[in-house]
Each structure stands twice: as C-alpha cells, then as structure tokens.
C-alpha cells in the first residue's frame, strides 16, 4: 500500500507532494480528475483536516482547481509549472548537498563529473 | 431541525459514585468526534445519556435546544451502537434488518444490504449464534445504514478484527461524505482510528479534559531527535512524554509547542524535530498518577 510518511516533516506538505511527484510522473494528467478528499483520507489514513490543507495549497498554486459539487482537476499548464518550480529548487535540493558530500569524501568536481557519466552509461539513472 | 448537541453542566452520579463531574461542551453538525477516555473514564455513561438511555442527575442535554430525555420524536434521529448483549437473541440477522427498517426513519435498506455484503453477514443466522465480531458488524451496519442525524458507536468495533475494522473506518467515512451527520466514536484503539476525528474529546475521570480540533491537538506535541547530551539539554524543563534512546541518539517526545526561537535554537544544534502522535499525546493527558490536570 502507501509508503510511511517521513515524520520529521510536516504531513499535509508530503500529502501535496505526493500529488505533485503523481502529475510529474503523468499518474495523473491535465484535466484528470484527482481522487477525492475521502479516498485520499482512506488510503493514506490521514485525517481530512491535514488532507484538505495539503490539497488547499495546491489550489492556491493553480496546480489543481475545484468544480463544485463534482470535484477536483489537475489544472492546464499544472506539469509544466511544477516541473519549473523543481528546476528552481534542484540547485539548493541536489547540487548543493551532493557537492557538501563530495567535499567531506574528497571527491573532486572532475570526478564528480566522471561519476555522472560512468551512472548515464550504466543506466542505472533511469526511471 | 438543527442537531447541534450540547451538554450543559452535566452530573452523574450512581449511588456514591460520581460517573460524570460537570460536563459541558457543544457537538457541532455534521462533524466525526472521537470520544478518548481510558477504561471506566465515563465514555458510555456520558454516551447513553444523549441517547436518552438515562437522565442526567443534574444539567442538561440537548439536541437541537431540546432535552433528549424521553423525548421520543428526537430518539428516532439519535442511534447508539454499542456491544450488546446478544446471547438469547434468537431472532436472524434479516429480522433485526427489517426491524430497523421499521423504527428508523432515514434507514436505508440497500446500503445496509452493501454493508451486509462488505461484513459477509450470514443473513439466516440466528443473532445469538454470530460471533463476537459478527454481532459488532450486525450492530455497525444497523448504526450506519440508519442514516441517523446523530449517530454514535460506543466501541463498537469489539470483537471486530483487524480486516473488519477496516471496513467499518472505510465505510463509515464514504458514507459520512455521502450523507454528512454528526459521528461519535468512542474508543481507546486511537492509534489505528485518529484519522477519522475531525475534533476529539478527552474526559478522564468523569471530568471533561478538552475538545480540540485534531489538527491543532497534535500540535501540542514534538519529537525531538539528536545526540543524547544535545537533545538532553535543548529538552530541560519541558514536559517530557517519552523518552527513547539507541546508542548516543536520543528522541524525546514533548507536551507543548516550541516558540520560533527554539525552532531556530533546535536546527542551529542539529536537532530533528518531528511529530508525535495523537496516541502518545492521549497516554500523556490521561495519566493516572498525573493529579495536575493539563488544561488549554
């Protein structure tokens, strides 16, 4: 079923997140609808109130919209935004913290760049 | 009619005993309560008393500004489950359907033929010969298929294992959403059922100790994670709820909201703060050697 919750982070962020990573990896498309408060709070067993504060702040992003009385819809555009918002925030999430690593290690940015490639080739990158 | 339920001062008292100390709150509409108390607290006291089942030694209560005792006209919207005693029942299963049917307004024959269904409800079974779980789900598909504007489970999962619960949660939520109404739960089992609450309320020793939105309840409490004399240190002088420790890390659960400062404090010595749950917090508030009740 679905993967515990990491709980040094608040829930309802991980709720909008993983609605996030689903319309990034195309679970769910533009215009699909997204499952409904009650089966998101029966799935994850969370409880509404932290639900409807993850999925209020994805309305709040344009990521998804509300039709009233039928629903709630990933948004036009809602991929794109979010792949942009990841590219901003890929620096500071990845770049950083692998380079902080690679300083403690000794690894230089040479072989930084030596390591990616030998991973390209390996395919062990791939999705 | 409006159904907004409220205790108003309520005692009750059973020869000596003092099952309920003045207690008063107010149920809004149409929102699922959990009701926490440890075993003897005075959950199904409190309970049978808005269904009517007893009156209330002193104070009031009502549903809709009416007092439900013997008020027969408010008594078809209020169900309560609870375990009953079902030992000379020698009626099947499809008899207590259709009787429920007959005094239940709201009762929906159909979703109760689903629950039936969901519960593998052997329906030409004398009730006296269900199991223990079976009897709860017989008493769960009455209390839910009832559609009653006040509905109340009283530990009703008993009995109930664990793929049972589980249908009962699922249920009992989809059908919430579907026809909104006021839902009691009452239980201990508050681990595996804190999701279903939109608000709780905690009584301990007959004494109401708080009603609190969930969300805002689970905000009284965090972890804190970090090396032992570090996370020893940051911790001093809080209210300490647990305490666990695995080599030189220790985490410490804590009673009460940090400040910016010490959220600042906390990542600055890198600390992990987290989440504690609604179960840690329940143990911690009813104590009983705990004599200074926390009050919010």
């Known amino acids: 079923m679905s993967m515990p919750f990491d709980e040094h982070k608040p829930i309802f962020l991980q709720i909008k997140e993983r609605i996030e990573d689903q319309i990034v990896n195309d679970q769910l498309r533009e215009q699909d609808q997204i499952p409904s408060t009650t089966q998101l709070v029966n799935f994850y067993k969370i409880n509404h109130l932290t639900i409807s504060k993850g999925i209020s702040l994805l309305v709040d992003a344009g990521i998804i919209y509300k039709k009233r009385g039928v629903g709630m819809f990933v948004a036009e555009g809602a991929k794109q935004k979010l792949l942009e918002q990841r590219k901003d925030v890929f620096v500071d999430g990845y770049i950083v913290p692998m380079m902080q690593e690679a300083g403690k290690l000794g690894i230089s940015e040479s072989d930084i760049i030596a390591l990616m490639k030998q991973v390209k080739g390996s395919g062990r990158n791939e999705l | ?296």
């Open chain 2, 1 to 296: 009619m409006s159904y907004e339920t409220a205790f108003h001062q309520v005692n009750m008292t059973y020869g000596n005993f003092q099952a309920l100390k003045d207690i008063s709150f107010r149920l809004e509409e149409e929102k699922i309560y959990g009701l926490l108390g440890r075993n003897g607290a005075g959950k199904s006291t409190l309970l049978s008393l808005l269904a009517a089942y007893r009156k209330p030694s002193t104070g009031t209560v009502t549903i809709g500004g009416q007092e439900v005792f013997e008020n027969s006209q408010l008594m078809s919207q209020v169900a309560l489950s609870y375990n009953t005693d079902y030992s000379e029942e020698s009626d099947k299963v499809k008899d207590m359907l259709d009787a429920a049917a007959c005094y239940r307004p709201n009762f929906d024959s159909s979703y109760a033929e689903h629950l039936v269904k969901q519960f593998k409800l052997p329906r030409d079974k004398q009730v006296k010969k269900l199991s223990n779980g079976m009897k709860s789900a017989l008493n769960v598909t009455i209390g839910l298929a009832s559609r009653c504007p006040v509905t109340i489970f009283d530990e009703a999962y008993v009995g109930m294992d664990a793929p049972t619960r589980e249908i009962f949660y699922r249920e009992l939520l989809e059908d919430h959403a579907r026809h909104p109404r006021t839902i009691i739960l009452s239980t201990h089992l508050v681990s595996e059922m804190d999701y279903l609450f939109e608000e709780i309320i905690i009584i301990k020793r007959g004494r109401l100790l708080m009603q609190e939105r969930s969300d805002q309840f689970l905000e009284l409490g965090v972890s804190v994670t970090g090396a032992t004399q570090v996370v020893e240190d940051f911790v001093r002088g809080m209210k300490r709820l647990s305490t666990r420790q695995l080599g030189g890390t220790t985490s410490v659960r804590i009673y009460g909201e940090l400040s910016e400062m010490q959220h600042k404090e906390a990542r600055k010595l890198g600390l992990e703060l987290g989440n504690v749950s609604m179960q840690d917090l329940f143990i911690h508030l009813t104590e009983e050697e705990d004599t200074d009740d926390v009050q919010k």
